[in-house]
Each structure stands twice: as C-alpha cells, then as structure tokens.
C-alpha cells in the first residue's frame, strides 16, 4: 500500500472550484508587492483531495482502529461528544478578540474549566493559556524564576530534575535561563534523597519532579523531597505527565508543590491528533499565583471577563497569541463534565488496575520487570535487556514485532537510563480482552525472540512500508517534494548528519 | 461507568491475578496522609444528551451575525471537505509519528504540508509546525540569534507595527535568553515602519530585524528597502506574514536583492476556524543552510529495506528528547491535525483559488474602506496601500460605535486605541472573501448611523 504524493495526482489546470470565488478580482497594488510565480500548490479535483486524504489516514495506527499503550502519553478514548459540542458554530465562529460581552458563553465555560482544575489539583488558581505541556513547563519554571527574582533573590538559577525526567524539562529549564543539575534514581525507582540533600543550596532555584515518575512508580519519599526544596528556599514543579494514576488520589498541591502543569490531552482525553495540538495548562499555590502567564479568566458582578496586565501586573506575561488552544480547553471541560466527580476519581482506579494487571501477566509469561517489587502506577516498565543479549532481539524489534499484530508500540528507550525498555500504558478505557489479547502477542513475541528472533529483526511486514532507512534521512535530507522537471532530483541537501 | 468497559466480573478476574483484594490496594504505597478525599469541586457527571444541551446554550449566546474583526484571526470560507476529512479517527486520534511504519498517512500529510509552505514562502525548508503564529515568531528570533554568530549583541529590531501579541509573546518566550528587543516606530501617515528610524541603527550590532508584511494595520510594508536594509547591516531578517496573503504578495525569498532567510506566521487562515484563538498552528521555514537551527519537528523522505519510498521524522538529533539541556528550544510536538486541515485546505484552494481568496479579500476592504469614507468625518488612518485590513478613523470614540454595533450583531473590528493610545478613535477592520456587497453595505449602514448617534449624544 503506497500513495502518489497529491502533486503528483494533479493536472495543470484542474481546480476544485467549488471551493473559491468564481471570479478573479482585479486589484490595484503596486507591482513590487505582487507575486511573479504561482506556488507549488497541487491542481487537483475535491474528489481527488478526499481520495487521497482519505486513503492516507488509512496509513496510520491510531486509538480509534487500534490499542496503543504508548508510554507517558495516555492515549486513552477521545470521546466523541467532546469534539461534537466543540465544534458548534458558537465556539468555532467566536473571534478570539470577540467583546466580552459577546463571549459570556465561552468564558463560563472557561471559568468553570479552570474551578474544576483548581479542585482535582489542590493550586489556587489556573491558567489556561500554554498550548503544549513543554509550554506549560515553559511557564511553570518561568513562574519560579520570576518569584525569586521579584525577592531580590537572584543568585537562584540552578533547577534539580531526575536522570530520569522527560527531556522536555531539563530543556525547559535551559530555556529559562536556569542551568540543571541531575540527580539519580536509586535502585527501586525513587529519587536518591541523600544525593539531592547534597545538591541543594542557595543557587536552587526549585526541582521539576513527575510523581508517579516516568519509572512508572509513586515516589514515597515526596514530603521528604519537599522538605528539601522547601527548607533551601527552593520550589517544587509538577509536571503532570502522570496525572491519570493519581486522579481524585493526591492533589499534588498536598504533596508539596508550588506549580504544575496538566497536559489535558492525555488525563483530560483531548485528542492528539498526530502530533499536537495539545494544552500545557499552568496551575500555581498561593505563592506563584500573582505570576501566572496571561490572559486569566475573572469575574465580575457582570459576568466573566479576562484578566490582563493591568490585574496581574507580576505576571511572566503571554504566551500564545490570544488564548492558548481554546477548543482543545472546550473538549476537556465537556469531558469532566461527562465524567463528572464519580467518573473522574474511577480514571485512576482503572489505569492503574489494567497497568497493574498487564504488569502481573507479562511478568508470568517470562519478561523481565524493571521494578517488580513496586506497583505499578497507571504505566510500568519491561526491559529485553536479556533477550537483546542472547538472541539480539532488541526492544525496537519487539516494538515492530507489535505492529505485525494491530497494536501499537509501547514507548520505547525512554527513559533513557533503562536499557532496552518499553514503558507501557494501557489507559482505563481498554477492556480486559484487549489486554489479553496484547499480552498473548507479547508471549508470542518472546516465543519467537527465543528461537531465532529472525521474524522478530524483519517486522513489520505487514504496514504500508518497512523499516525505513532513518541514516539516509537524515543524510540525504529531502524534505519537500520538487516536480521532476525543475531539477530531476528531490534532494536538497547532502550535509553530514549530526 | 462513562468510557470504562469493565464488568465487576472482569475486575474481579483481574484482581485476583494480581492478588490483591480491591483495587484500592493497589494505591498502598501512596502514604495515607497524603489521599485526598473527594472531589467536590467538579460537579457529578451529566449524560452525553445533558452536556449537549448546556454546551448549545453556552455557544448560542456567543453568536454574531456578521464579523469583521481581524488582527491575527481571519475568517475565511473553509470548505467542507477540510474538517470531514481532518476529523477522521486515523488522524484525530494518533499520536506524533515515533512509529513510522505505523504512522506513514501523518508523516505524508506533513511532507506534503512542508512542501506547500516552503513554496508559498520562498523557501526550501518548513518544519512540522509550531504552536501560533505568535510563538512561531519568538522560535524564529531564536533561531535568528543561533544563527547569526557573528554579531555578539543579540540586538533584534522589531517594528512597532508588529502586532503587540507578538511582541509581547517574543518578549516572554525569549525573556531569559538575554535577547534585546528594540522598538521601530511607524510612520503616523503611510502607517509603515519608519525607514529614517530603522537606518538609525546603521552600523550598530544588529542581530535580527523582524519584517511584518502586511503589518497589523494591515498595511504592506516596505519589504525590499527593509530587507536590503538587514542584510547590508549583516542581520538577518525574519518575515512575518499572512500566508493568504501569499497567494497574492511576492514570497519573502524574493524580497530585495538576496531574499529573507527565516519566515514565520500564524497558519490559522488556511482552513482553521476562529475557535476563540485556538487551536492554530504557527509555521516556520528558511533557507537550506539554516535547517540544523530550525526548531520543531522536520519529517523526511526515505526509503525502506525494500528501496520504497517512506517518510519518517529527520534530524531528531536537534530535539529535546535526544539533547536534553542542550537542546535549542523545548518545543516538543507540532500542531499536527491544524496541519492536516491546512494541507487539505491548500490542496483544495490549489494556487489559482489561494490568489481569489486573496485577491478577493483584499477587494472587499478596499470597498468597504471606500464605502466607509463615504461617511462624514470618516477617513482611512493611513496612505500606505493595505492587503486585507485598513484602520479607519471615526469622529468618534472607537470603543462606544463597536458596543453599540454588536448590539446590531455586528462585530465592527478592533479598537486600536488600547494597543496604540496615539490612535484614538481608529478602528481596525477586515473583510474577507466571505463577505458580500450587500454584508458591506450593512455594515458601512450600521457605522453611518452609529457615528451620527453617537454624535448627537455628545
């Protein structure tokens, strides 16, 4: 299965249009301003756009056509009616700089979003606006930084993260100007307090922790860890990566932190789309509330209306261009109130029961458990460290070897200090026979990773292309399509990689 | 239980695998002093009938009949095929493409979608996109910075004509990075940057210049003398721009003598609806020399063990989850499904329909400028010719005509008095393609009338 790119469908001349003004309007600009040369856009029919569209989402695994307990993404069901009720032509017609007088609906829904954030989380107040969780950790550090510089406390600009932390926040921390100091994992999986005692001083600026950490374990010692931070004036961020496994459990303002952030596309269902777009929502105690990014949604005797500048005038600032990703912050309000108080304090007992569940069975069909001491939170992780060094299968093996059976990979090679994992996170909305099922492929796997592991090292057959060649990608970097007469190539850079 | 398939039996069967009794056991290494208890500030759950009822209520009252602002947000004809197809579960539902044989239909898409910005640009390289338009600009100051290391100063020039979103967005993106962000006044007549304040800077350590076309006034600058202007000071220049605009105005790669090498924008108006600001995307593109400093994602084409061709995501080595503190920006995903739409939406536009719906929309407020001017005391604010958005001055305060205009469900454009307090009484209005003579006609009606109120009441 392969598909022609849609330049390549096109005829010169051809055009859907039904789809733009049936006439050329004449215009009067100066001829600098005018374009000489078309762009490379396709001339194609609406079929052969709906064709082609259509036939490229059939590419692609996703939850709506397969289980995907991809690590640390939580790629649990995107209910329907969230995207239907976003999608009303209110909220999708509603200019975003709209009076607020003709925005009451919008910024009800808003204001209630960030009441029921306030309540799952314990902080005192939210903002909505960062678009991603990288950008929500963007303003979380930010937040930090701000506070102590606004107490004459300068020299703070060190921030502490795990070895095993995402990349995105040691990168976060870099962006904030702040310079980062790692501290290690002990062997069951939580934070080596004895070393982080050591490494805290008057240059911390805070630490940037995920509990259930990326290990996929709670970390026991958190008020130990807070006590730390706290008493050398530093300050604790969240990052709510893993806010699914503790949802109506812990608030994580009680287990001491001073700012997070959620990422709604995963404990909220929003959809991810391939790839973004996301929300980083950013929640603070009493302490960062004043320098929470801006716009905020307030009240007044007459309805709802955006806080700015002139209300928080300690704010880092804005960060999107308006409002941050309203419909994706819509889908996530109609979710909770879907779920409602009940359904959401159930999230966390069933990812955690169908981690903890899938963790047991593959243990007894011969994996090796990174932590089988530990429960599991709402992911865990495997390591083929043995298989990789007997027979040579390594964990990408078995992830292709997964997508020869419908099911999408687990993450892999994250994180980075356990070698030959996966990190699997099969969500509360997966029955038990869909993890049966994962299981039984998984046992299938190992079977096979035993005898040769030769069927293992081909996978996939099965998708639209094999393993594809990632040196050649990068070295022979084509990155965009050039028709075949202007160059006869498509090559438009040959650089060493990095 | 909403979305959760168990039967008691099921996890009945399930504990007894793991061995423990109930699942509230499976918390027991979360120290008790530590659970909270429930949930009380989110209300109990409603069905699917009852949340479409109050979700209908709450976007109902956020209806207008006809609008015209514009400042960042563009209402364009999106056609129907874009979100049909955009919402299909194979895109709506799968994440960023780490599996790419699993993933090829995504990957494509954004190939294709690099291909048809990098076009439209003047450029050889797009990346997979960013958040907005707004963060996209603050990326590519970045970016310009890393760039450029032959000037020490990290000096950027930005003009003030930049939407004030922007500049306030770059400032706290790049906040930490001791990047000095140094203000352009514009020309109070022609409403372009100032030329005479720009040269000022000749022979300064400049970084970057930031060239806006068209600026927020809607007005076309200068481009060629601007850009000219950077490259002669040996700072590399950053457009921001319109891509509908594209369609129709000459591609940044083409501006004076050598081109701008670095552009970026908001992508909203290539088929992604208003919704209150978001979700957009912004993009990003440059030239071929520039892609190692490029943040984001970057899809390639490659081939598989049997010689087809695939795609997969390149140049990974610059990114977070490989560099870590070394990484250039912490941008993690893109705008994935914005993407998908836009792609969809410029392969059904195609580049004879991107240059009507320009040229269209820039028709249609030069009529309604023209009309607008009509009205006694009415005058366009600025000489400079404009592309889809003119500045309007009124003989009255801005603020008090949109009130009462909205009450006639007339969205009437943007005071620009709060942005700019030496632009009293002017308004900012933007008409599209979508809007025909006779939404003109009411409008410049409704304005007329609104004027003369507000006139005889003072």
């Known amino acids: 299965m392969s598909e022609l790119l849609i330049f390549e469908r096109g ?21 600098q301003f005018v374009r000489s040369e078309p762009p490379l856009l396709p001339e194609v029919s609406e079929l052969d756009v ?4 259509t036939r490229l989402s059939q590419m692609n695994f996703s939850i709506d056509t397969h289980f995907y307990p991809l ?7 995107n209910p329907r009616g969230c995207n239907s009720f976003a999608s009303l032509p209110g909220f999708t017609q509603r200019h975003p700089l709209a009076p607020e007088s003709s925005s009451q609906g919008f910024l009800t829904c808003l204001f209630e979003l960030q009441e029921m954030l306030k309540s799952v989380t314990g902080m ?41 932390a995402h990349g995105t926040n040691p990168a976060t921390a870099t962006m904030c100007g702040c310079t980062v100091k790692e501290v290690p994992t002990r062997a069951d999986g939580d934070v080596n307090l004895d070393v982080l005692r050591e490494l805290v001083g008057s240059q911390t600026a805070g630490i940037m922790l995920t509990n259930p950490s990326t290990l996929g374990v709670f970390d026991k010692n958190i008020k130990a860890i807070e006590e730390v931070i706290h008493a050398a004036g530093g300050l604790l961020y969240y990052d709510g990566a893993n806010l699914n496994a503790i949802l109506g459990k812990v608030l994580p303002a009680e287990m001491g932190f001073d700012v997070m952030h959620i990422n709604l596309h995963k404990t909220f269902a929003t959809p991810h789309g391939g790839g973004g777009p996301g929300s980083g929502v950013v929640g603070a105690g009493e302490t960062l509330k004043p320098f929470l990014p801006i716009p905020v949604v307030g009240t007044t005797a007459n309805g709802y209306r955006w806080l700015d500048e002139a209300d928080l005038p300690k704010s880092i600032g804005r960060l999107s261009a308006f409002m941050g990703n309203a419909g994706v912050l819509l889908r996530a309000y109609i979710y909770m109130r879907l779920l409602g108080r009940e359904g959401l304090e159930r999230v966390a007992d069933y990812a955690v029961l ?11 069909a011969g994996f090796d458990i990174v932590f089988p001491d530990r429960r599991a939170s709402h992911e865990f ?20 070897a997964l997508l020869d059976r419908g099911i999408h990979a687990p993450t892999t090679y994250f994180p980075l200090l356990v070698p030959e994992c996966l990190l699997i996170e099969p969500t509360e909305t997966e029955s038990k026979q869909t993890l049966d099922h994962f299981v039984a492929a998984m046992t299938e796997i190992l079977a096979e990773a035993a005898s040769s592991g030769a069927q293992c090292k081909d996978a996939p057959v099965t998708t639209p292309v094999k393993r594809l060649d990632d040196v050649r990608a990068a070295r022979q970097l084509d990155v965009r399509y050039q028709p075949p007469e202007t160059d006869g190539g498509a090559q438009i850079v040959n650089a060493a990689a990095d | 239980m909403p979305f959760i398939p168990h039967t008691d039996h099921d996890t009945q069967l399930m504990l007894q695998a793991i061995g423990v009794d109930d699942i509230n056991s499976l918390f027991d290494e979360i120290p008790d002093e530590l659970r909270c208890g429930k949930l009380m500030g989110v209300p109990t759950a409603i069905s699917e009938y009852e949340v479409g009822r109050l979700m209908r209520r709450q976007a109902d009252k956020d209806r207008v009949e006809l609008n015209f602002l514009g400042a960042g947000a563009y209402e364009h004809h999106i056609p129907a095929a874009v979100w049909e197809l955009t919402t299909r579960g194979e895109f709506y539902s799968a994440y960023t493409p780490y599996q790419a044989e699993a993933s090829q239909g995504t990957l494509q898409v954004i ?17 997979a996109s960013l958040y907005d338009g707004a963060s996209a600009l603050a990326e590519a100051t970045l970016m310009a910075v890393r760039v450029n290391r032959a000037s020490k100063s990290r000096r950027v020039l930005i003009p003030q004509s930049v939407h004030p979103h922007y500049a306030a967005v770059t400032k706290a993106i790049t906040a930490s990075q001791s990047i000095e962000l140094v203000q352009i006044p514009y020309d109070p007549n022609s409403g372009q940057t100032d030329l005479a304040a720009l040269r000022s800077h000749a022979g300064t350590d400049i970084t970057a210049v930031i060239i806006p076309q068209p600026n927020v006034f809607g007005v076309l600058e200068q481009v060629d003398e601007f850009a000219d202007w950077a490259a002669d000071q040996g700072a590399l220049g950053i457009a921001l721009v319109n891509p509908i605009s594209l369609g129709l105005l000459r591609p940044p790669g083409e501006w004076g003598r050598e081109g701008v090498p670095i552009v970026c924008g908001e992508g909203q108006p290539l088929g992604v609806p208003l919704s209150s600001g978001g979700p957009y995307f912004g993009f990003l593109t440059c030239r071929e020399a520039l892609v190692r400093q490029l943040p984001g994602r970057l899809v390639g084409r490659t081939v598989d063990r049997d010689g087809k061709l695939g795609f997969t995501l390149t140049l990974q080595a610059r990114e977070q989850h490989i560099r870590r503190s070394r990484a250039t920006s912490n941008i993690c995903t893109n705008q994935g499904l914005m993407v998908t739409a836009a792609t969809i939406y410029m392969s059904l536009l195609g580049p004879q329909g991107l240059r009507r719906v320009a040229a269209e929309s820039h028709a249609k407020t030069r009529g309604l400028a023209a009309a607008a001017a009509m009205i006694d005391g009415v005058e366009p604010a600025f000489t400079a010719p404009h592309f889809h958005e003119v500045v309007l001055r009124l003989p009255v305060r801005a603020g008090a005509v949109i009130e009462k205009m909205r009450r006639q469900g007339i969205l009437a454009g943007i005071a620009l008095s709060s942005w700019y307090p030496e632009l009293e009484n002017c308004l900012l209005v933007c008409a599209t393609e979508t809007k025909t003579d006779a939404d003109l006609h009411t409008y410049v009606q409704a304005l007329g009338q609104q004027i003369e109120a507000s006139r005889a009441a003072s």
């Open chain 1, 11 to 31: 005829q010169p001349g051809r055009s859907a249009s039904a789809q733009f003004p049936r006439h050329e309007s004449a215009h009067e600009l100066p001829a």
């Open chain 1, 50 to 53: 709906v064709r082609h569209y």
């Open chain 1, 71 to 77: 690590g640390s993404c939580t790629m649990k069901y």
């Open chain 1, 124 to 164: 005192a107040a939210f903002s909505l606006t960062p678009m991603a969780g990288a950008q929500g950790e963007l303003a979380g550090v930010a937040m930090i930084r701000a506070y102590h510089v606004d107490r004459g406390d300068i020299g703070r600009t060190e921030i502490i993260v795990p070895d095993a």
């Open chain 1, 354 to 364: 169908n981690a903890n569940y899938v963790m047991v069975q593959l243990r007894k």
């Open chain 1, 381 to 400: 992780l495997v390591t083929l460290k043995r298989q990789t060094k007997s027979k040579g299968v390594t964990a990408m093996d078995f992830a292709k």
């Open chain 2, 111 to 127: 190939y294709e979608y690099q291909t048809m910005m990098a076009s439209l640009t003047g450029q050889d390289v797009s990346n």
